[in-house]
Every structure is written in C-alpha cells, then in structure tokens.
C-alpha cells in the first residue's frame, strides 16, 4: 500500500508576538508539525506499519524554508515516514487550502498513491479544508472527522464519530 500523509509546518504559536500594528509578528517563531497532522502521521504510521511492504512518504508544501530546516525534516521522518516529500516556494508561504490543496493534488498525482491522509486542519488557519479539495481534484472520495482508520482487503474501512451515533463507512 502507497500511503501519503499531508502535513503542514506552522509557526509555533508560543513564539509568536503581536506588532505595535496588532498583525501577527513571526520572526523569531519555530517551525513545528501542525499538531493536527500529527494525528494523521501518526494514523498513515500505524496503517503502513500493519501492511507489509507499505511505504508511507510525508508530504508538505510551504516556503524554501522548509527545505533549508534540517529539526524540521529530521522531526517529520522519525515519525514513521521511509521519505519526505517537500515542494517549496516562497510563493507558497502562507497560501490558502485552494492553492495548497491543487498542488499537494498534483504531487501526489505524480507520486502515486493508495490512501492519502490529512489532518483535521492545520494549526495556522485551520479552514479544514484542504484534505476535502485535495479529494475533489483528485475526484476520489474524502471523509473528515475520522476517528478510526482500518484496511480490510483491498478496501479501507473508516470510523466518525457524529452527533449520537458512530458511523462506518
């Protein structure tokens, strides 16, 4: 199973100060993992760890700061990630899920994949949006709000919990 996990790397929101202005000042902010695409590396980790011959590759788009951030990078990968995938352009820094979500479409087009997972949404915006659009370009079927994940054959069976009731599809 070819298993991709979308993950955003967002400023840490401890160091992040307000300017005199009241805009958000970043300077002198960490990167970090959105703590919502923990959850979904951890979730891709589990699956391609339970599916012999899996390989699982972390993918994220942001600025060429990424690519320059080795704690970054080493931070993905000892999280159960065999590769990083990472498409970087200053252009993308602090791009909205339309953008975001068209070209984590196309890589993971060019990547080749089974099940790509997201995290509920990023710790930045969190528009929860992207891994739905992601869906809709790649016209596959995409469920949010996901609590359990388990492949069954050659399908994949998920668990959400809703309002009184837990469904399964």
Known sequence: MRLIACCKIVHDEQD???NADRSLCVD???LKISLYDLN????ATVLASEQPGSQLTALSVGSKTLLENARIRKDVLSRGPDTLTV??????DGSYPTE?????A???QKLGFDLIICGEGSGDLYAQQTGIQIGERLNLPCVNAVSKITVVG???RVERDLEDVV???
Do not use: F, H
């Open 16 to 18: 992040i100060t307000t």
């Open 40 to 43: 979904a590396l951890e979730a």
């Open 87 to 92: 498409i970087a352009d200053d252009a993308c």
């Open 100 to 104: 975001t979500a068209q070209i984590l």
């Open 106 to 108: 196309c890589a993971a």
């Open 28 to 30: 002198n902010a960490n």
């Open 154 to 156: 050659d399908k994949v």
């Open 167 to 169: 469904e399964e599809l």
